[in-house]
C-alpha cells in the first residue's frame, strides 16, 4: 500500500504511476510513501535532521539523519523517545519497531526503501552513485537479514523518483569507479561525450538488489526523472543548488 501525506496524495492523484512503486498486497503492515516538492515538507514531517520526532498522528515517531553519500547503517532495534538524538551520518535507517517512520531525502539521488514481508523489518536507504558503487542498498538488506533474521526471497524493495538515465550524466572517474564496483554499469552506461555518458542509477540498484535474492517482482520502480519533472521534484543538478529535497518513508504499523 501506499501511504503518502495528505498533500502529497492531492498533488499525487492524477499521477497514479508515480505511486505504482508500492508493496501492493505485499504486507498490510507496511506503509510507505515517496514524497514530491509538494511534500510531506522536512520542518512538518521530520524537523531537526537527527533528532527523534513525534510529527502528525500518523507518524508517530519519525526518524530523520543526516546522509554522508556513505555506507553506513543505522539499525534501530528498541523503542525510540521523542526527542532522541542520533547525531552521526548514515546513509540508511533499518528497523524492526512499530509506528517508526524511517526517512531519506532525496534531490537527484535514489530513494531506496525496504520491506522485509517475512519478519518485520524495513529500511530507508539514500543511495547516489557513491553509495551505489558501496553497495548501500544490498548493505543494508544484507543487515536487516544479519539483525533482524528473514531471508531476502521475502523482501520487497521499492526505487523511488531519481535522476533518471535520460539526464544523468557522469565524468570519466564516476564510470569508471562504477564499472570497478558494479558490474552491470557497462551494460547500462550511454555514451554522450569522449569523457561522459548517463548512466541509469535505478538499474544498478535493482540488479544489486536481483544480485542479493531479492526476487525481480519483488522489485518496484517509480519511473520517473527528477531532472525531467520540474513540476514534481526538486533536482539539485537541474536547479544548480539545494533549493529543497524530497522526503521518502517507511514504517512498520
Ligand atoms: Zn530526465
Same mark, same amino acid.
Given at each position: 500500500m501506499v501511504l503518502v501525506a495528505e498533500d502529497v496524495t492531492y498533488r499525487m492523484k492524477p499521477l497514479v504511476p508515480l505511486t505504482s512503486a508500492s508493496f501492493g498486497k505485499?504486507? /498490510?503492515?507496511v506503509s510507505h510513501f515517496f514524497g514530491t516538492r509538494?511534500?510531506?515538507?522536512h520542518g512538518g514531517?521530520?524537523?531537526? /535532521?537527527g533528532t527523534v520526532k513525534a510529527a502528525e498522528p500518523d507518524y508517530p515517531l519519525v526518524v530523520s539523519v543526516r546522509q554522508e553519500h556513505g555506507s553506513e547503517i543505522l539499525v534501530l532495534d528498541r523503542p525510540l523517545k521523542v526527542?532522541?538524538?542520533?547525531l552521526d551520518g548514515w546513509d540508511a535507517v533499518i528497523t524492526n519497531q512499530l509506528k517508526t517512520l524511517v526517512t531519506v531525502r532525496t534531490a537527484d539521488c535514489v530513494p531506496v526503501l525496504i520491506a522485509d514481508s517475512s519478519r518485520g523489518s524495513v529500511g530507508a536507504v539514500h543511495a547516489g552513485w557513491r553509495g551505489i558503487a558501496h553497495g548501500i542498498v544490498p548493505k543494508a538488506a544484507r543487515k536487516m537479514v544479519e539483525r533482524f533474521g528473514g531471508d531476502p526471497t521475502a523482501f520487497h524493495v521499492a526505487i523511488g523518483p531519481s535522476a533518471g538515465p535520460c539526464c544523468y550524466e557522469v565524468d570519466a572517474p564516476v564510470i569508471e569507479q562504477l564499472m570497478l564496483d558494479v558490474p552491470r554499469s557497462a551494460t547500462v552506461f550511454k555514451r554522450t561525450g569522449p569523457e561522459t555518458g548517463h548512466v541509469d542509477l535505478k538499474e544498478l540498484i535493482a540488479w544489486q538488489a536481483k544480485s542479493l535474492g531479492i526476487r525481480q517482482d519483488h522489485i518496484h520502480v517509480v519511473d520517473a526523472c527528477t531532472m525531467c519533472r520540474s513540476d514534481l521534484f526538486f533536482s539539485y543538478r537541474r536547479e544548480g543548488r539545494v533549493h529543497g529535497t524530497m522526503v521518502s518513508g517507511i514504517m512498520l504499523t
Open positions: 505485499m504486507n /498490510r503492515h509538494h511534500g510531506p515538507y514531517l521530520i524537523g531537526n /535532521r526527542g532522541e538524538q542520533f
